[in-house]
């Protein structure tokens, strides 16, 4: 079956530091794959799509990597701030379904420390 | 504010009772789709629409789940006697043709007693 993992629930970092946040996939063929911040009790909200002949996708301070043959998606923060604490969502459309809904990752909460 | 609005945003029900809920989405975006969150889980699909047809949904959904999109503008989710197992966020995204990207409501949080 298909599944998503994000493999840190919970990430804690230092202000200033770079965050790095791992999403890994199994039988899937994604031609691309998204990533999403959610605020609590707030709905998603997407911020960067990398497609899969891009191995790097760059929005301001963060940066998305995709590697088709590991089956991963890295999700960079440089320069993290407070402001950055949020749980991060690695999505991917289901295969075959024509509706192009999305499967989740279960999120990584990203806490930035002061 | 992406755009997508939900009504309510806050609902506290009795087991038994019926529930439901509306979604605005985007006025140019022909396919809206709704998901449901427990907490420490992603959003789960729930159910797909092509403007007012209703195409796809998920085994998640029940026979006391029922959506509509009349005129393929506006939502409605409908849970019919609810049980503590509905409690959950409910989310609506709309999503416009050409684009891979879905817009999500603010979500209807949803606690049954």
């Known amino acids: 079956s298909q599944k998503i993992e994000q493999n840190s629930e919970a990430l804690n970092i230092q202000e200033g530091k770079t965050a790095t946040l791992t999403c890994n996939y199994t039988?899937?063929?994604?031609?691309?794959l998204q990533w999403y911040r959610q605020d609590p009790g707030r709905g998603p909200v997407f911020l960067l799509l990398?497609?899969?002949?891009?191995k790097e996708k760059r929005k301001e301070r963060l940066k998305v990597t995709f590697d088709t043959t590991l089956k991963q998606s890295l999700f960079h923060i440089t320069a993290s701030q407070p402001a950055d604490s949020a749980t991060y969502l690695c999505?991917?459309?289901?295969?075959?379904?024509?509706?192009?809904?999305?499967?989740f990752g279960k999120g990584t909460k990203l806490s930035v420390i002061p | 504010d992406t755009g997508v609005s939900q009504d309510p945003r806050h609902k506290i029900t009795k087991r038994g009772q019926n529930v439901t809920f509306r979604c605005d989405p985007i006025s140019e975006h022909n396919r809206l789709y709704w998901y449901r969150q427990t907490l420490g889980q992603g959003p789960e699909f729930l159910t797909y629409?092509?403007?007012?047809?209703?195409?796809?949904k998920s085994r998640l959904l029940s026979d006391r789940f029922s959506a509509e999109r009349p005129k393929g503008s506006f939502s409605t989710l409908e849970i019919q006697r609810t049980e503590q197992g509905d409690s959950a966020m409910y989310l609506c995204?709309?999503?416009?043709?050409?684009?891979?990207?879905?817009?999500f409501g603010p979500g209807t949080r949803l606690l049954v007693l």
């Open positions: 039988n899937y063929s994604p031609a691309y």
């Open positions: 990398i497609r899969e002949n891009e």
């Open positions: 999505a991917l459309e289901n295969s075959g379904a024509g509706s192009y809904q999305l499967t």
């Open positions: 995204a709309s999503r416009p043709i050409g684009q891979e990207t879905q817009y």
């Open positions: 629409f092509q403007n007012e047809a209703q195409l796809e």
